[in-house]
């Protein structure tokens, strides 16, 4: 097999010219610099740890890694259940909005570039476009599948392997964080992008943990929910949330 389309795919995918709107986003981010919580560069790598640990380690890249599976075997029950469980483990609602609405958006780019049965259920299951069809079983799903219900979509469509796919939704979830903290804080280029290899070093531990526990999503840590759930009340702000 020839892999150098699976890379550019990936590549593609993970580019931040791809339009999904994560610089929208700062995922509470703008609410801990707006007070002071987050004013450093050790501040902002006991931020990123956290959002590598907790969010990414426990969270959205075991969904990744069990929503590949779901979508190659075409298991819409489990894709279903385990799409509801990672909004009810949102606590902020601007969170649960912003993760539909990139899902939504990813869903629809990749599945125009790289039409696929799986992804056209998908899309007919969350309702990203037109009536929700009687086989959509949650009336909540109003805008289309959480972000990283999509991103493993697309790369179990692209041919994208399971590990990979988990990495490359690190490495896109990172790097929007890193954006948004160089739009929000004196950090420059260098540093904001040393930060981030730095970060990145640490992935493939992290998606081994991912891959060998293989358990159940999870969800604890309050400090980012609760800057997130505070972006809103901010007086003005760059970021939705």
């Known amino acids: ?55 990414i380690g426990r969270l959205e890249g075991p969904a990744v890694w069990q929503a590949w599976i779901a979508v190659r075997e075409s298991d819409w029950v489990a894709l279903d259940a385990l799409d509801e469980e990672l909004t009810a483990l949102r606590p902020s609602s601007a969170a649960r909005r912003s993760s539909r609405a990139m ?31 009687e086989r959509a079983p949650f009336a909540s799903r109003v805008d289309g599948p959480t972000l990283p219900i999509a991103f493993a979509a697309a790369c179990a469509c692209a041919g994208i392997d399971r ?34 290899a730095r970060t990145l070093d640490r992935v493939p531990a992290v998606a081994d943990a991912i891959a060998a526990r293989d358990a159940r999503i999870e969800s604890f840590s309050p400090a980012l929910d609760i800057e997130a759930m505070r972006q809103q009340y901010l007086h003005s702000r760059l970021f939705r949330s």
């Open 1 to 55: 097999m020839n892999l150098e389309p699976l890379k550019l795919s990936l590549l593609h995918l993970c580019d931040s010219l791809f339009p999904i709107g994560a610089f929208a986003y700062s995922d509470g981010l703008e609410s801990a610099t707006s007070d002071g919580r987050i004013a450093t560069a050790a501040d902002l790598r006991a931020w990123i740890d956290a959002c590598l640990d907790e969010t």
């Open 103 to 133: 899902g939504a958006r990813l869903l629809t780019t990749w599945s125009a570039l790289h039409p696929d049965a799986r992804l056209a259920e998908l899309k007919a299951r969350s309702r990203v476009e037109g009536p929700r069809p």
């Open 163 to 196: 590990r990979p796919a988990v990495e490359a939704f690190a490495y896109t979830r990172l790097a929007a964080t890193i954006s948004a903290a160089m739009r929000l804080m004196p950090i420059g280029q260098t540093d904001a992008h040393a930060l981030l």
